[in-house]
T-cell receptor, first 114, second 116 residues
Framework: ETGVTQTPRHLVMGMTNKKSLKCEQH?????MYWYKQSAKKPLELMFV???????ENNSVPSRFSPECPNSSHLFLHLHTLQPEDSALYLC?????????????FGPGTRLTVL | AQTVTQSQPEMSVQEAETVTLSCTYD???????LFWYKQPPSRQMILVIR??????QNATENRFSVNFQKAAKSFSLKISDSQLGDTAMYFC?????????????FGKGTKLSVKP
């Protein structure tokens, strides 16, 4: 595996379910990100981790819970989601969080909440 | 707050022709970076080109170039000799210089279709 991988690629869940999204980066990067991509809206940054420490949390509802056990893995734990949470969730990584650094994106998880 | 605006939701271009995608942004900062990212139908987003605000020279990457007008807060992307593989969503993005914790601010995107 190379680059940034995400599993699962598609997920359908009910509002009472608990599920997790997984992201893995094989680039040796120190920073990882979760974004939400909804139709006709800009990408929204949800969480930023730098060296496994959360450094940014953009007012995301508590039903989304991130976890970064090491610099290569990032999880997004989901519980009691709402239908409006249906979106494409993208993971990204970069060497650090300095502004000029390119972010490398995964293919995304398409989430549907029924 | 910083914002990024892409005023063209969709565009199309004939193969081998040139197309320009528009982007404007709003910030009171003087030092920042601007990016164009491409998201093909397979969805993996990749960086196309980046520009440092303190550099007057426009960035160029092969067939992709930008027209950076700092005073006008404009950052357009020109694609020359368009190819079918250029079909994708294109996102303009902004980030402040230093201490920004990777907080990229994206526009809504422009869907570009390259027609044979």
């Amino acid at each position: 595996e190379t680059g940034v991988t995400q599993t699962p690629r598609h997920l359908v869940m009910g509002m009472t379910n608990k599920k997790s999204l997984k992201c893995e980066q094989h680039l040796g990067h120190n920073a990882m990100y979760w974004y939400k991509q909804s139709a006709k809206k800009p990408l929204e940054l949800m969480f930023v981790y730098s060296l496994e420490e959360r450094v940014e949390n953009n007012s995301v509802p508590s039903r989304f819970s991130p976890e970064c056990p090491n610099s290569s893995h990032l999880f997004l734990h989901l519980h009691t989601l709402q239908p409006e949470d249906s979106a494409l969730y993208l993971c990204a990584s970069s060497p650090g969080t300095s502004g000029y650094l390119e972010q490398f994106f995964g293919p995304g998880t398409r989430l549907t909440v029924l | 707050a910083q914002t990024v605006t892409q005023s063209q939701p969709e565009m199309s271009v004939q193969e081998a022709e040139t197309v320009t995608l528009s982007c404007t942004y709003d910030t009171s900062e003087n030092n920042y970076y601007l990016f164009w990212y491409k998201q093909p139908p397979s969805r993996q987003m990749i960086l196309v080109i980046r520009q440092e605000a303190y550099k007057q020279q426009n960035a160029t990457e092969n067939r992709f170039s930008v027209n950076f007008q700092k005073a006008a807060k404009s950052f357009s992307l020109k694609i020359s000799d368009s190819q079918l593989g250029d079909t994708a969503m294109y996102f303009c993005a902004f980030i402040m210089y230093g201490g920004s914790q990777g907080n990229l601010i994206f526009g809504k995107g422009t869907k570009l279709s390259v027609k044979p």
